[in-house]
């Protein structure tokens, strides 16, 4: 499926090489302050070429609102918006048009659908992901008018071994982007940097993991069986295609879930914010896996590619 959301729809389309990618919105109330440049800044966060540590492919991905706004506020009419691909260098692709990539998603494209665009991923590059970030800023917008107290920061937490500590309540995206890993974690982040262009010369991907923390959220949102918060969150989450494995929780969780229950229940945050699949009222907490990148430079070898996708899927996760 293509679209994400009951009341509130997001749609998304287009390929990595094709002329556009865009999104369509429906769903959202009329009267929301919306802008491109709000649109824009979100975009400038996850676009291609922002640093040394990313993928080269360099464009400005700049956003176009083609419907649902008028003088920059939101009719209550579906909003449509693109971005058109302007940097593309489809030849360098040419030989994945005959050879499957370990790892990535080609060998099942190829079975299920018998015809796919190779060129860069096609729909299942992660460019596709500017299309989520389209959406989840037109639904920030609509939340900061009707639920101001609710704030989502996510960060790196892991690049390869390295594990970032917890970072204390009140960051902020602001610290979050102030290192071209966005990890706040000032006694690894360098090193991280170092792992990521090493592997960047070498022609090889490291993966690692996100965190996303958010405060603010009403206490009971979500519905309590198939509704759940949690597996809303986890369907969300796992339509990324480098997303591996989602858990609900503090960052620690995974250490302490062999502890007996008399101890781990006597932990105040163990539940990451979610309790019977409802919004508990406390911070909700989630960590995402990255897998490495499966485009490594023997597959494309003149193919412009990120070397680590979690400093540019920050915004996406958000």
């Keep these: 499926m293509n679209t994400f959301g009951t009341l509130f729809r997001l749609t998304t389309f287009g390929e990595s090489h094709g002329p556009a990618l865009g999104s369509v919105l429906d769903g959202c109330p009329a009267g929301v302050p919306l802008t491109r440049d709000l649109l824009q800044a979100a975009l400038d966060r996850r676009r291609p070429g922002q640093s040394a540590l990313v993928t080269a492919r360099n464009e400005p991905d700049t956003v176009e609102i083609l419907s649902g706004v008028y003088e920059d506020k939101t009719l209550g009419t579906p909003i449509a918006a693109i971005v058109r691909n302007t940097n593309q260098r489809s030849q360098d692709y040419n030989q994945l048009a005959a ?4 790892g990535h998603a080609d060998s099942v494209w190829r079975e299920r659908y018998k015809h796919r665009d190779h060129r860069g991923g096609g729909r299942t590059s992660g460019r596709e992901t500017l299309c989520r970030v389209i959406g989840g800023t037109i639904a920030e917008a609509y ?6 107290t609710l704030s989502t920061v996510a960060y790196v937490s892991q690049v390869g071994e390295l594990v970032a500590s917890v970072p204390a309540p009140g960051l902020t995206r602001a610290l979050v982007d102030a290192h071209p890993t966005r990890c706040p974690d000032a006694a690894v982040r360098d090193e991280m940097s170092r792992q990521i262009l090493a592997a960047k010369e070498a022609g090889d991907s490291l993966g690692g993991a996100i965190d996303v923390r958010v405060e603010g959220l009403p206490v009971g949102l979500g519905e309590p069986i198939f509704g759940k918060l949690k597996a809303l969150i986890a369907q969300a989450l796992g339509s990324i295609g480098a997303v ?3 858990v609900w929780g503090p960052p620690d969780l995974l250490q302490r879930i062999g502890q007996p229950g008399s101890q781990f229940h006597s932990v105040k945050d163990a539940y990451g914010g979610i309790q019977g699949g409802l919004a508990n009222g406390e911070p909700m907490q989630v960590r995402a896996f ?3 990148p499966a485009t490594l430079a ?3 070898k003149g193919g412009r590619h990120d070397p680590c996708i979690m400093p540019r899927a920050v915004p996406v996760l958000e």
């Design 143 to 148: 939340l900061a008018r009707d639920l101001p």
């Design 298 to 300: 023997d597959h494309a």
């Design 244 to 246: 591996t494995g989602v």
């Design 99 to 102: 050879v499957d990539r370990p």
């Design 290 to 292: 990255f897998k490495p």
